[in-house]
């Protein structure tokens, strides 16, 4: 069975600041990892996602995330939060076996001060 | 021009009734997911087709039956609703394949009373 967690439902930040959002994974086979973002009253944007390769990955709105394999982690990181950041952001893994079936995690609500 | 989008925005109706949810997309995909996301925003897949084939069904009670008349739509058809089926509900499609990224309608939000 493959799952998610998103040890923290809040982060707060204020504006400049860097900002991290956790999130660890298990799963069958190769991960497939996503970062959404989810603002009031919308359905889910993506951001960005791991397939394979560099470990850094670089995605929308100036987001990135680091997969670590050995800690099967895949953090979402911003070097300079704006208060427009402010939203609902999920991590979803989908294995290479399953059917490929997205397993999402509970979600972190950011907020950022100004 | 909208990617991925589900008539109606909002659903409001009593407990017993049977209602329907579409949802359509331009974006040439062929996979097409439904997601129930409750009170509390976390989010669940209930089906996934591909190529109007259903690939993905979790433990969705059987009231729920979704329909894919071809691959650019994939309906929700809801029979007898409950007060638990009070959530939003949000379409979803991709290409085939695990790596490929998901792209969500606009979402339903259904009140049961």
């Known amino acids: 069975a493959q799952s998610v967690a998103q040890p923290e439902d809040q982060v707060n930040v204020a504006e400049g600041n860097p900002l991290t959002v956790k999130c660890t994974y298990s799963v069958s086979g190769n991960p497939y990892l996503f970062w959404y973002v989810q603002y009031p009253n919308r359905g889910l944007q993506f951001l960005l996602k791991?397939?394979?390769?560099?470990?850094l990955v670089k995605g929308s709105y100036g987001f990135e995330a680091e997969f670590n394999k050995s800690q099967t982690s895949f953090h979402l990181k911003k070097p300079s939060a704006l208060v427009s950041d402010s939203a609902l952001y999920f991590c979803a893994v989908r294995g290479d076996t399953n059917a490929g079936k997205s397993t999402f995690g509970d979600g972190t609500t950011l907020t950022v001060k100004p | 021009d909208t990617a991925v989008s589900q008539t109606p925005k909002y659903l409001v109706t009593q407990m017993g009734n049977d209602k329907s949810i579409k949802c359509e997309q331009n974006?040439?995909?062929?996979?097409m997911y439904w997601y129930k996301q409750d009170s509390k925003k976390f989010l669940k897949i209930m089906f996934s087709?591909?190529?109007?084939?259903?690939?993905i069904n979790e433990t969705v009670p059987n009231r729920f039956s979704p329909k894919s008349p071809d691959k650019a739509h994939l309906n929700l058809h809801i029979n007898s609703l409950e007060l638990g089926d009070s959530a939003v509900y949000f379409c979803?499609?991709?290409?085939?394949?695990?790596?490929?990224?998901?792209?969500f309608g606009p979402g339903t939000r259904l009140l049961v009373l």
């Open positions: 087709y591909n190529n109007k084939e259903l690939i």
């Open positions: 974006l040439g995909h062929d996979t």
């Open positions: 979803a499609s991709s290409h085939a394949g695990p790596q490929e990224t998901q792209y």
């Open positions: 791991y397939i394979t390769g560099d470990n």
